[in-house]
């Protein structure tokens, strides 16, 4: 099945709310080599005047990727994830990602374009917080190899 | 004030190599929930046609950006980081794989700036246009 060309501009429900832990950042922050104190130390982060552990900037992934599983499971997407590659990557940013952040992703599918028996896809998750303030766009995409 | 308000275009701000292993891929998988196979497993890395185990995309995107951050002093200063993957990094059992980061000035405008990261791993690029968009006000 080639990739859904009616995907675009679908709009996605919001994912569940997720809750950004202290552990948890540090845990991504070890794995990405993110040493700065902000990542680690809540006083470090206070200083700065953040109410706890900054997450790393590419920690927006974690939320974002919920809202891809949504774009993957759709029954007529037509996107196989074994023919799929990361391609961009890009974050706009109007606050960090803190510890206690209560975070919920909106996915809309923004670009689609045919490429030979393959596609490639945008899409844009806005990420905001419990107030439903808006604390990053993660924008990714994705090319779809056509089938064999 | 700060050494942020006083940067030129071609300044080198930051720049590390980071190390990875096999541990380095695993350690990113868990943290990121990203478990795609392709990131440990040879068997099938080499039976979708890979030349071997590769790093995430996300990994090398994250790092990268993090060589900045200590300079920054504030993640917070970030506006807008984006990438394109143009090239894997493969990263062998025995040996590992170093990337290398490079963090220049590209732009300077009214209180923000663009950081230009190259990023390269064997000593070939592997993200394209890897742009930071940073408050420096």
Same mark, same amino acid.
């Given at each position: 099945?080639?990739?859904?060309?009616?995907?675009?501009?679908?709009?996605?429900?919001?994912?569940?709310?997720?809750?950004?832990?202290?552990?948890?950042?540090?845990?991504?922050?070890?794995?990405?080599?993110? +040493?700065?104190?902000?990542?680690?130390?809540?006083?470090?982060? #206070? !200083?700065? /005047?953040? $109410?706890?552990? &900054?997450?790393?900037?590419?920690?927006?992934?974690?939320?974002?990727?919920?809202?891809?599983?949504?774009?993957?499971?759709?029954?007529?997407?037509?996107?196989?994830?074994?023919?799929?590659?990361?391609?961009?990557?890009?974050?706009?940013?109007?606050?960090?990602?803190?510890?206690?952040? +209560?975070?919920?992703?909106?996915?809309?599918?923004?670009?689609? #374009? !045919?490429? /030979?028996? $393959?596609?490639? &896809?945008?899409?844009?998750?806005?990420?905001?917080?419990?107030?439903?303030?808006?604390?990053?766009?993660?924008?990714?995409?994705?090319?779809?190899?056509?089938?064999? | 004030?700060?050494?942020?308000?006083?940067?030129?275009?071609?300044?080198?701000?930051?720049?590390?190599?980071?190390?990875?292993?096999?541990?380095?891929?695993?350690?990113?998988?868990?943290?990121?929930?990203?478990?795609?196979?392709?990131?440990?497993?040879?068997?099938?890395?080499?039976?979708?046609?890979?030349?071997?185990?590769?790093?995430?995309?996300?990994?090398?995107?994250?790092?990268?950006?993090?060589?900045?951050?200590?300079?920054?002093?504030?993640?917070?200063?970030?506006?807008?980081?984006?990438?394109?993957?143009?090239?894997?990094?493969?990263?062998?059992?025995?040996?590992?794989?170093?990337?290398?980061?490079?963090?220049?000035?590209?732009?300077?405008?009214?209180?923000?700036?663009?950081?230009?990261?190259?990023?390269?791993?064997?000593?070939?690029?592997?993200?394209?246009?890897?742009?930071?968009?940073?408050?420096?006000?």
């Amino acid at each position: 099945m080639p990739v859904n060309p009616e995907l675009l501009g679908r709009a996605f429900p919001p994912t569940a709310p997720y809750l950004v832990g202290r552990e948890k950042v540090r845990e991504f922050a070890r794995a990405v080599f993110a +040493e700065d104190a902000q990542h680690h130390d809540p006083e470090a982060a #206070r !200083a700065l /005047g953040y $109410g706890d552990v &900054v997450a790393p900037p590419t920690f927006a992934m974690v939320i974002q990727d919920m809202t891809l599983q949504q774009l993957l499971a759709e029954p007529d997407s037509g996107i196989a994830l074994e023919r799929t590659i990361h391609a961009q990557q890009s974050f706009r940013y109007t606050r960090p990602i803190v510890a206690g952040d +209560e975070l919920t992703g909106q996915l809309t599918v923004t670009g689609l #374009r !045919a490429m /030979g028996q $393959g596609a490639m &896809v945008t899409s844009e998750a806005e990420i905001t917080d419990a107030d439903g303030a808006h604390v990053v766009t993660a924008t990714s995409v994705l090319l779809i190899g056509g089938e064999e | 004030m700060s050494a942020l308000d006083a940067i030129q275009v071609g300044d080198v701000v930051a720049e590390r190599t980071v190390h990875l292993t096999r541990e380095s891929l695993v350690r990113y998988a868990g943290a990121s929930g990203d478990f795609n196979p392709i990131h440990y497993r040879d068997d099938v890395a080499e039976r979708v046609g890979l030349p071997g185990v590769l790093a995430h995309g996300m990994l090398t995107m994250g790092l990268a950006v993090e060589t900045i951050v200590p300079w920054l002093g504030d993640a917070g200063r970030i506006v807008e980081y984006g990438v394109r993957f143009t090239r894997p990094v493969v990263v062998d059992p025995e040996d590992g794989a170093d990337v290398a980061v490079t963090a220049k000035v590209g732009e300077v405008a009214e209180g923000t700036a663009r950081i230009d990261l190259t990023v390269t791993h064997a000593g070939t690029s592997v993200l394209g246009k890897a742009q930071v968009r940073v408050r420096t006000a």
